[in-house]
């Protein structure tokens, strides 16, 4: 079995995080793209992300039509930082026999030597790298390029000002954002 695990805060998901997830799955001929949404980033601990039951909601609102996602909540009931070995680490128990991979942007290349336990989670995962046509730092990693220009912060912040994010982020992602009323705030 050939899985992808896609972390990352979620904050909210959206379109360019399906379209990479849906590359990566017929690039890399996957079985299955799990998502798992970091409870805290370890690179990120300055930012009050949505609340985790909501970005679960959202995760799994966007990904339910969608065969071959699937969403894993383990993260989010951990305490404390959501470090990529941990959950590589649970992924292998749960999936012993499975050919691991890990999506990370290429704005990630630079950080990932000092990710926690290194040596021993690029053991557990091949690492994929999303490209969107910048310049990355050289690597050793495969790369799916694809050139999507669409963040999530700047969903929240059209969101703080009001503005459309239709066509952004799939409409049941929309319609939990404003049910939630998430993002109304000017927030990086």
Same mark, same amino acid.
């Given at each position: 079995m050939r899985l992808a695990l896609y972390g990352g805060s979620f904050d909210p998901i959206h379109h360019g995080h399906l379209i990479l997830a849906r590359d990566a799955r017929e690039q890399l001929r996957l079985d299955r793209v799990i998502f798992l949404p970091a409870a805290v980033s370890p690179h990120k601990p300055h930012l009050q992300p949505a609340p985790p039951e909501v970005?679960? $909601? %959202?995760? =799994?609102?966007?990904?339910? /039509?969608?065969? +071959?996602? $699937? !969403? /894993?909540?383990?993260? !989010? +009931? #951990?305490v404390g930082p959501s470090y990529s070995i941990d959950t590589a680490e *649970? %992924? #292998?128990?749960?999936?012993?026999?499975? $050919?691991?991979?890990?999506?990370? +942007? *290429? /704005?990630?290349?630079? @950080? !990932?030597?000092?990710?926690? =336990?290194?040596?021993?989670l690029s053991r557990l995962v091949q690492f994929v790298v999303f490209g969107r046509g910048d310049s990355a730092p050289p690597h050793p990693y495969p790369r799916l390029e694809r050139r999507l220009d669409i963040s999530a912060t700047e969903i929240r912040e059209r969101v703080a000002r009001k503005a459309s994010i239709r066509y952004l982020v799939p409409d049941a992602v929309r319609n939990l954002i404003e049910r939630h009323q998430l993002y @109304? $705030? *000017?927030r990086h």
């Open positions: 970005r679960r $909601e %959202m995760v =799994r609102a966007a990904i339910a /039509d969608e065969p +071959g996602f $699937e !969403l /894993d909540d383990w993260e !989010l +009931g #951990r *649970h %992924m #292998r128990a749960r999936f012993p026999d499975a $050919e691991l991979f890990y999506l990370v +942007g *290429h /704005d990630n290349i630079a @950080q !990932l030597p000092t990710w926690r =336990r290194f040596e021993t @109304q $705030e *000017h």
